[in-house]
């Protein structure tokens, strides 16, 4: 599109702009960011279809060479180092927890260059084969453009933010053709606290990014299944058990990614991981095909009742005959997945793990239905239990029982399996939510300081910025100088509160003026009295790394509207209970 029509397009928003109320221009923007976002998931859905075919059916893979795709993970995981380093100076925000960063704490805003840039490292790095998901580099890139777009048109913090989420809500409908699990998602995982009046922004871009789905993609490259058999109530003990199995099998996949993850993040040399992850990736790869790429197709296989499919490629595969070998096989790829999903992206991969989450679903729901068909129970609905599976293994990953649900529900086209969605999303989630209460993103949050909750009061507490708020125009004192120069530092200063220091600027005491009144009036005092004997011990002080409901804690306990603050024990300035609240009161007034 050349730059003549660009502007000729942001012309005729403005114009727009100009023309209608500010609801009604929420709603018109959320349309064009649904459309864009949905845009932008099916280009990277088409552009990894396109590497993936382009390369594993050129003449590299005929019968005599076809083990060298094992390499290619190692090859796409590489370029995408390469381009983070060459072209983003090494620095490629990955994931849902800086979105979620960026809404606590930088205003919802977004750099431009997310906008292309998961598009591009996700496209090569899952394109290639690298073990991850497409979505959550679907959600960033959504996100991004409902931000920049907000910021273009100047848009208030709360309507950026609810573009923001109506970006990521129309990137993940466009990923799966599934408008309610997009909004859904948008707000389970991005938004809390939020109004009615945030769901028709949300639905509309939700539906438009849908909508460019079903117009543009085949149906071969969305994740979709026609349901083999109805739900029998008879069968629910065998969902009531399936929902247990899901949150635990939850738990150790949240527990293994994030420690393979940090494992190969503190590797210093940028291209050892690379070159580690890319021989760890291949060796498991051999072993266990469907880990290559997303593993969509293999989740049909099973779902099909083909999992000879499954393991058709393997080095191994003359070993799988026999129906427990098989069961066994398909049970051990479902455990190595989050392994290979925490290399793909610690080696220096980009991806998430909505998709990988939905691979351990569906291998738990086939391995559970085959051990009870080999204990003797007939007419076990393997496609169901498959199905269901997914659900309550997203909902025990990303704490989002109604993304589960609405997920699948939309993805086998009706609402025949909702009641066993239902029942295996919530056994699942509150097993998770009891063992593990936060989830895998707002833990990263936590570790960075910054707080999410579902309660309104505590996330505009978490925006506030405490450092912003430090007073550093208080006088300091010398805990040796005497009277005389106390007296020359009240004369000078505005404030009634004087922090006493020793020679290496630790905070040791505080001077109040009013307990020093007759001492300032007595001349003959002026240099027989140090500060030392005239400050009072602080008996509580703010550390730089306090967050703010420690802060808030101690101001409670101390019952003083000033505290000082210090860093390992040295003098920075005083915080103000009262510049708190009146931060606080801006930042809930900009949230309406």
């Avoid at 606290?193 to 071969?220: D, Q, Y």
């Avoid at 010398?478 to 007296?487: A, E, G, K, M, S």
Wanted: glycine content about 8%.
């Amino acid at each position: 599109m050349s730059l003549f029509k660009i502007s000729f397009i942001e012309k005729g928003i403005d114009w727009i702009h100009s023309r209608v109320n500010d609801k009604q221009f929420l709603i018109f923007s959320s349309i064009l960011v649904g459309v864009s976002a949905g845009v932008a998931a099916v280009l990277l859905k088409l552009f990894v279809h396109f590497i993936r075919h382009s390369i594993l059916e050129s003449h590299l893979f005929r019968i005599d060479f076809k083990y060298i795709y094992l390499l290619m993970p190692l090859v796409g995981i590489g370029i995408t180092v390469l381009i983070v380093q060459r072209f983003f100076k090494g620095k490629l925000l990955r994931g849902t927890s800086n979105i979620l960063y960026s809404i606590a704490k930088k205003g919802s805003f977004l750099p431009f260059r997310h906008i292309y840039s998961h598009i591009i490292t996700s496209g090569i790095t899952v394109g290639f084969g690298g073990s991850a998901g497409l979505e959550s580099p679907i959600v960033s890139t959504g996100s991004a453009i409902g931000s920049n777009y907000a910021q273009r048109y100047k848009l208030s913090y709360k309507d950026r933010t609810l573009l923001l989420a109506a970006g990521a809500a129309g990137g993940i409908a466009g990923a799966f053709n599934a408008p309610i699990a997009g909004v859904l998602f948008a707000l389970e995982v991005l938004l809390v606290g939020v109004n009615i009046t945030a769901f028709i922004p949300l639905l509309i871009a939700s539906a438009s990014g849908a909508l460019i789905s079903k117009i543009i993609l085949e149906e071969n490259i969305l994740l979709s299944f026609k349901l083999r058999q109805p739900f029998d109530y008879y069968n629910l003990p065998f969902y009531i058990v399936l929902g247990f199995l899901a949150g635990f099998l939850s738990l150790y996949y949240i527990f293994l990614f994030d420690n393979v993850e940090r494992k190969f993040r503190k590797i210093k040399s940028i291209y050892w991981k690379w070159l580690l992850g890319g021989i760890f990736l291949a060796i498991m790869v051999s072993v266990f095909p469907s880990l290559f790429g997303e593993g969509y197709d293999s989740i049909k296989q099973l779902a099909d009742h083909q999992p000879e499919l499954v393991y058709r490629d393997s080095i191994l595969n003359i070993l799988f005959k026999d129906e427990i070998w098989i069961i066994i096989f398909v049970l051990l790829a479902m455990m190595f997945k989050a392994v290979a999903v925490g290399i793909t992206l610690g080696s220096g991969g980009n991806g998430g793990n909505f998709a990988p989450s939905l691979f351990v679903g569906a291998y738990l729901g086939f391995v559970f239905a085959s051990v009870l068909k080999l204990l003797g129970f007939d007419n076990v609905p393997i496609g169901n239990l498959t199905l269901v599976a997914m659900a309550g293994i997203l909902t025990g990953v990303f704490h989002a029982p109604l993304t589960g649900i609405f997920l699948i529900a939309e993805i086998t086209g009706g609402y025949e399996l909702i009641i066993p969605l239902m029942i295996v999303s919530s056994i699942s989630y509150i097993v998770v939510k009891y063992f593990h209460p936060d989830s895998l993103d707002v833990k990263k949050l936590k570790k960075r300081g910054t707080v999410i909750s579902e309660d309104k009061d505590i996330n505009i507490l978490g925006k506030i910025n405490v450092e912003a708020l430090i007073e550093k125009d208080f006088s300091k004192i010398n805990q040796d100088d005497t009277l005389r120069l106390v007296v020359e530092a009240v004369k000078h200063s505005k404030r009634n509160t004087f922090p006493v220091i020793d020679a290496s600027d630790n905070l040791i005491g505080v001077i109040f003026l009013d307990d020093i009144r007759e001492e300032v009036f007595n001349h003959e005092l002026y240099d027989k009295i140090i500060a030392k004997e005239l400050m009072h011990k602080q008996s509580s002080s703010i550390k730089i790394q306090d967050d703010i409901f420690t802060i808030m804690k101690k101001f409670d306990e101390s019952s003083q509207w000033n505290l000082p603050v210090t860093n390992k024990g040295k003098y920075i300035g005083f915080l103000s209970k009262s510049s708190i609240l009146t931060k606080y009161r801006t930042e809930l007034q900009s949230s309406l």
